[in-house]
């Protein structure tokens, strides 16, 4: 549906336009009419319009003026001149200005007809390129995300002509010769415990404040590889350099709101600036970095160039053989949970105990597990309490206890809320 307004200063010329055709076959639904530019304006800021069909001759101001001013403040409508005047000059300089076509009075209607046809298939075309513009600039990031996930994932060599043909084929904002500053975000604490799908959540708006406070305006991308690896990557061009201590102060400036307002502590592993070949390396490296972090949180932690080969080489080893050892260490994190149920257990202290960094050993868990530490611990208490109220006849204030609950109350709410009933009403109905 559309829109049309008719200037002219003639009050037949304007209502031989408005009503000596029926609009209705173009689905142009209203026809408003004006009779000199101030008039036409003001339409403008009242109804929104998308094609104008006015005269050039007018008093004060002409159509030119008008067409001038739609191209600063409405350049999406179009416009069709109609002139007394078979003066070339008015042509030129109206198509200059961006008209759609000139047409001479008196106008012929299946001359006007024919050229609002083409206008309205014109704004049907740029409408949906649009449209289908607006939709590519909306799935960029995810496309970007996904070359990075697969450069990451080994799915793609760094081959310089596999990467001209992937950047080409993505129209990705980078180049085979940029260098790139990768930088790995690690959230260490949440404040409260949150479900795996709340995690996400939070993860999600983690990633878009570091584009804001980290890249900034600079080229570079947020991306979560699918280790569930969160990962700051800058792009740095052959004839650019990048400021270090820049980029440190604004992890800082990130770390600070993090803690603030999304309610965590993380630390941020910046590496060394590497070219295509070299960066599935320093990538690892950051990766061990954070694995073997088990005495610094919430910090920027730089590896620059600085960080020895020989972390470096085990960082390599280590993603050869990481998926052979994540089996027996989640097999050693149920073990440990089972045998310390009646503790008060913390995340940092099963993380210790298979020496790996918490905030790599969460992700870990919930990659393989689908399920956060937090839930594992509770379904294995409620799980044993369950047992215990079924087939024994210990009080249900010892059951608290040995399921690692000293409030009975604050047990009696988490059973229920897990369960659907109470300690007690389970005992009955299973007795």
């Not at 008209?99 to 050229?115: I, T």
């Not at 999600?204 to 990962?231: F, K, P, T």
Request: charged fraction near 25%.
């Amino acid at each position: 549906m559309y829109n049309m307004l008719v200037v002219d200063d003639e009050l037949y010329a304007v209502k031989g336009i408005t009503q000596g055709i029926d609009w209705s076959e173009f689905n142009i639904t209203q026809v408003f009419e004006a009779y000199n530019v101030e008039e036409a304006k003001q339409k403008f800021a009242l109804f929104p319009i998308d094609l104008v069909i006015c005269d050039i001759e007018m008093p004060l101001n002409s159509g030119l003026d008008l067409l001038e001013w739609m191209k600063l403040n409405y350049p999406q409508t179009e416009m069709i001149f109609v002139t007394v005047h078979a003066d070339f000059s008015y042509a030129r300089t109206a198509l200059h200005l961006g008209s759609f076509d000139y047409l001479l009075k008196p106008v012929n209607y299946d001359e006007l007809k024919a050229v609002v046809s083409r206008v309205l298939q014109m704004i049907v075309d740029d409408r949906t390129n649009q449209k289908y513009s607006l939709l590519y600039e909306s799935q960029k990031p995810r496309m970007e995300e996904r070359f990075w996930q697969d450069f990451f994932g080994q799915r793609i060599s760094p081959s310089k002509y596999e990467l001209e043909q992937l950047i080409t084929k993505y129209q990705l904002s980078l180049s085979p010769d940029i260098s790139v500053l990768p930088i790995l975000i690690s959230v260490e604490l949440w404040q409260k415990e949150l479900t795996v799908r709340e995690e996400e959540v939070m993860e999600y708006a983690l990633r878009n404040a570091a584009g804001e406070l980290i890249v900034q305006s600079d080229l570079g991308s947020v991306i979560q590889d699918r280790s569930g690896h969160n990962l700051i990557l800058l792009y740095i061009k052959p004839v650019e350099s990048l400021n270090l201590e820049e980029i440190t102060l604004r992890c800082e400036k990130y770390l600070k709101a993090c803690n603030h307002y999304f309610y965590c502590h993380l630390s941020c592993y910046v590496g060394g600036v590497s070219t295509f070949p070299n960066l599935l390396r320093t990538y690892v490296s950051l990766l061990e970095m954070e694995r073997s972090n088990v005495t610094q949180s919430n910090k920027v932690l730089a590896q620059f160039n600085l960080w020895s080969q020989r972390i470096v080489s085990l960082g390599t080893d280590v993603m050869n053989t990481e998926d052979n050892e994540q089996a027996s260490v989640i097999q050693k994190i149920y073990d440990y949970i089972d045998e310390h149920l009646q503790e008060d257990m913390s995340r940092e202290q099963i993380a210790e105990h298979v020496h790996f960094n918490p905030a790599y050993l969460s992700r870990l868990f919930r990659k393989e597990t689908k399920h956060s530490l937090t839930d594992c611990i509770l379904q294995k208490r409620m799980e044993k309490a369950k047992s215990l109220l079924a087939s024994t006849n210990v009080k249900i204030s010892d059951i608290s206890s040995l399921v690692g609950y000293c409030n009975i109350p604050y047990f009696t709410k988490m059973f229920k809320r897990f369960v659907g009933t109470t300690p007690q009403d389970y005992r009955k109905s299973h007795s």
